[in-house]
């Protein structure tokens, strides 16, 4: 069965460095997501993405970060200047369809800013 | 914006005994609402899901129910396995088309 892989699956970096996270979303899939997870705490939606566009953001999602998909497979999000308070577990996700379409989850990257 | 509420944050059942997780949500327009279970250290995992437009829906030992005017929405799981330990997250598709998702309830199935 077809799965959302993302790399790396730990990534460490000095505070004030930039971070580029990458996912592969299922292939046949329209819609894209990047949801962050601090540790013991709620999932939290970051981003969506449609047709090489942003559909919906979230607060979290300011100008500190932002997403592409630099060609057919990968979806990237990147973050600039990495504060102490990014450290979290950042998941992609895809879907078929819209938003209301299950959502597939990749393993997920750990972040830690030191 | 949507706020989901979910409880409790901890749930401890006998194998074998039913467990029940339940959410509200605070956006009416909300109409999707999935339920992930998430293992410790692994991906969330999508295990149910209703839209607004139905009431009940079961798959195997798990149903969810959906009250849209009292807008809450409840994970039940009957006979309760051990591999059933996980955390589980209840989520609301809101008004913007962000998926909302609860707190979490951490189940302990005791053997």
């Known amino acids: 069965e077809p799965e959302v892989t993302q790399t790396p699956s730990h990534q460490v970096t000095q505070m004030g460095q930039e971070v580029i996270l990458r996912c592969v979303p299922i292939?046949?899939?329209?819609?894209f997501y990047w949801y962050r997870q601090i540790l013991g705490q709620k999932v939290e939606f970051l981003v969506s993405?449609?047709?090489?566009?942003?559909?919906?953001k979230s607060e979290i999602f300011d100008d500190q970060f932002s997403v592409e998909r630099p060609d057919g497979s990968n979806f990237t999000l990147k973050i600039r200047s990495t504060k102490l308070e990014d450290s979290a577990m950042y998941f992609c996700?895809?879907?078929?369809?819209?938003?209301?379409?299950?959502?597939?989850f990749g393993p997920g990257t750990r972040l830690t800013v030191l | 914006g949507e706020n989901v509420e979910q409880h409790p944050s901890t749930l401890s059942v006998q194998e074998g005994d039913s467990a029940v997780i339940k959410c509200t949500y605070s956006d009416s327009a909300s109409n999707y609402f999935p339920w992930y279970k998430q293992e410790l250290g692994k991906r969330p995992q999508l295990i149910i899901d209703?839209?607004?437009n139905v009431g009940e829906k079961k798959d195997q030992r798990i149903a969810v129910t959906l009250n849209k005017t009292a807008k809450h929405f409840s994970l039940h799981i009957t006979e309760t396995q051990p591999e059933d330990s996980a955390v589980y997250f209840c989520?609301?598709?809101?008004?913007?088309?962000?998926?909302?998702w609860g707190a979490g309830t951490k189940l302990i199935i005791k053997p």
């Open positions: 209703i839209r607004s």
């Open positions: 996700a895809s879907s078929q369809s819209g938003v209301g379409d299950t959502q597939y």
């Open positions: 989520a609301a598709r809101d008004s913007n088309y962000q998926l909302i």
């Open positions: 292939s046949n899939h329209l819609y």
């Open positions: 993405f449609y047709n090489n566009e942003i559909s919906e």
